[in-house]
Nanobody, 115 residues
Framework: QVELVESGGGAVRSGGSLRLSCATS????????IDWYRQAPGKQRELVAT???????GYADSAKGRFTISRDNSQKMAFLQMNSLKPEDTATYYC?????????WGQGTQVTVSS
């Protein structure tokens, strides 16, 4: 059974930091590409950051310089370190694992940034 479980969300003030975690099971994590997406109320889901199986990373313009995606293949986990948070970062953040026959989503974790 495949599971992606996000954690680490919460409420912070503008300028604060959060570290999101994505714990996985049931997938071959070491070969999976991991994305972090977010969706704010009334908006489409948007890609925030990606990390490939070999650790190459990519970021949305809104995340560059503030967010860092990482992975730990031994723990089958991915992370999103978010610094200098802004109110516009408020959204539900989702972990997504893909590659080959893999295409799975977590249930999301809420991030709320107040000004």
């Amino acid at each position: 059974q495949v599971e992606l479980v996000e954690s680490g969300g919460g409420a912070v003030r503008s300028g604060g930091s959060l570290r999101l975690s994505c714990a996985t099971s049931g997938i071959v994590f070491r070969v999976a590409i991991i994305d972090w997406y977010r969706q704010a109320p009334g908006k489409q889901r948007e890609l925030v950051a990606t990390i490939t199986s070999i650790g190459s990373t990519g970021y949305a313009d809104s995340a560059k310089g503030r967010f860092t995606i990482s992975r730990d293949n031994s723990q089958k986990m991915a992370f999103l370190q978010m610094n200098s948070l802004k109110p516009e970062d408020t959204a539900t953040y989702y972990c997504h694992a893909r590659g080959g026959d893999t295409d799975y989503w977590g249930q999301g974790t809420q991030v709320t940034v107040s000004s």
